[in-house]
């Protein structure tokens, strides 16, 4: 099943779009980063309640940036861990930042627009 939606940002396309790179490439993953898998940047984060019995640990992984025409587009993977890891599925997604409503006016190039394909 595939699923989109898209959201207004509140600032324009290349400022969203180097707020993304920025936030791939910097600390917050790199921390938590266990290793890096063919180009992906790979990390483990802790899911659910906080001491919960039922918070789950989860791999995310994230592809660098492709960049066609004016959309910046991101892959990502986030899927269980462990043993019962195969239990849950995998959710595979695109982060797109694209150009605000009215492609091709000036207005687009003033605003942008988070997209999500998974």
Do not use: C
């Not at 207004?8 to 910097?26: F, S």
Request: proline share 5%; net charge neutral; charged share 20%.
């Amino acid at each position: 099943m595939f699923v989109a939606h898209e959201l207004p940002v509140g600032a324009g396309r290349r400022e969203a779009q180097a707020r993304l790179a920025n936030l791939l490439h910097g600390a917050w993953l790199a921390e938590a980063s266990a290793a890096a898998y063919d180009g992906a940047v790979t990390g483990l984060l802790r899911v659910g309640p906080a001491g919960s019995a039922s918070a789950k640990l989860v791999r995310v992984s994230l592809l660098d940036p492709v960049y066609r025409d004016e959309i910046m587009t991101v892959g990502l993977r986030w899927e269980a861990t462990g043993p019962a890891g195969s239990l849950f599925p995998v959710l595979d997604a695109n982060i797109s930042i694209l150009p605000g409503q009215n492609e091709g006016t000036a207005d687009s190039k003033q605003t942008a627009r988070l997209g999500r394909v998974s």
